[in-house]
C-alpha cells in the first residue's frame, strides 16, 4: 500500500493515499505495509499536516468503532434511566407536571446519559488500546524518494504550466502515455486514488462527454469542453494527469 506526496506549481501539495473511508482505516493499517513516496522532499511541516489529518481520522474510527460495539449496553442503560425517570415524576413525585413535560425531563436525562456513556466508553481501556495501535501505525510510516513520483510530480507541474486551452486540447485529443515501466504497481494504485478522487456524479459525466465529443468538429468540441470543465471547477491538470496514467495502466480508459 502506497501513500504519494506531489508538489503542484505553486509549492503547495497533495497527497494521494488510501484513507478516505474512515470505516477501512483500522484494516488498511492494521494488514497493509504503507509506504510513502515523494519526488522533491517534502516540508516537515507538510508531513506534521499529514500525521496529523491521519489522527483525526483515527479518532473517527476509534469513535466509530465504539459506538457499534457499546451501542446496545448504552442504549439499554439509557432506556432504562428514561423508565425510571418517567416512572418517578409521574407516581413518586407527585406534582402537577404535564405529561409531555414529564415526558420531555425524562428524554433529556436518557439523551444526557447516552452522552456521558459514550464519553465515558472513549476513555476505555479498549479504546485506548484501538487508538495507540492505530496511531503507532501511522508514526511508522516513513516517506522515502521515488522515480515514478518524481516523473509524475514533473507531469503535474508542467500541465500547471500550459495554457489552459493547450491543455483542453491536449485533454481531448492525447493518446500519450506516461512511462511506468517498473512502477506498475505505484502507478495503478495512484489511479486508484485519483479515481476516488474525480468519482462523483459531476466527473462521470465530463468523462461521457468527451467520448461523445470525439465526432465533433475539433475547435467546436475544444471550446465546448473548456467550458464544461470550467463550470463545473474540475481541477484540469490533475483531470488530464489522471487520463493518461489510466491509459497507461492496465485499469484502461
Request: overall charge neutral; glycine content about 4%; cysteine-free.
Amino acid at each position: 500500500m502506497h501513500i504519494f506526496h506531489l508538489y503542484r506549481k505553486d509549492g503547495t501539495t497533495v497527497f494521494l493515499h488510501p484513507f478516505r473511508k474512515v470505516d477501512r482505516l483500522y484494516a488498511l493499517l492494521e494488514k497493509s505495509e504503507i509506504k510513502g513516496h515523494y519526488g522533491s522532499e517534502p516540508r516537515v511541516e507538510s508531513l506534521t499536516l499529514f500525521r496529523n489529518e491521519l489522527y483525526r481520522l483515527v479518532e473517527q474510527e476509534v469513535k466509530g468503532w465504539v459506538t457499534d460495539s457499546r451501542f446496545l449496553p448504552r442504549f439499554l442503560i439509557s432506556s432504562a434511566v428514561f423508565l425510571v425517570a418517567f416512572l418517578f415524576f409521574s407516581f413518586v413525585m407527585l406534582t402537577p407536571i404535564p405529561v409531555l413535560d414529564e415526558l420531555a425531563i425524562s428524554l433529556g436525562l436518557s439523551i444526557l446519559t447516552y452522552i456521558v456513556l459514550g464519553k465515558k466508553d472513549m476513555k476505555s481501556e479498549g479504546a485506548l488500546k484501538r487508538r495507540i495501535a492505530l496511531r503507532t501505525k501511522v508514526d511508522a510510516i516513513v516517506f522515502t524518494e521515488n522515480e515514478f513520483v518524481k516523473l509524475v510530480e514533473a507531469e503535474l507541474i508542467a500541465r500547471e504550466g500550459q495554457k489552459a486551452d493547450q491543455l483542453v486540447r491536449e485533454l481531448i485529443d492525447s493518446d500519450r502515455d506516461l512511462i511506468v515501466a517498473d512502477h506498475e504497481p505505484e502507478a495503478e494504485q495512484m489511479v486508484e486514488y485519483l479515481d476516488a478522487t474525480f468519482h462523483s456524479h459531476s466527473f462521470k459525466k465530463t468523462e461521457k462527454r468527451l467520448k461523445r465529443m470525439e465526432r465533433e468538429d475539433t475547435e467546436y468540441r475544444h471550446a465546448i469542453m473548456r467550458k464544461w470543465l470550467e463550470s463545473r471547477k474540475i481541477d484540469v491538470p490533475l483531470l488530464s494527469l489522471y487520463m493518461d496514467l489510466k491509459r497507461t495502466t492496465r485499469t484502461g480508459v
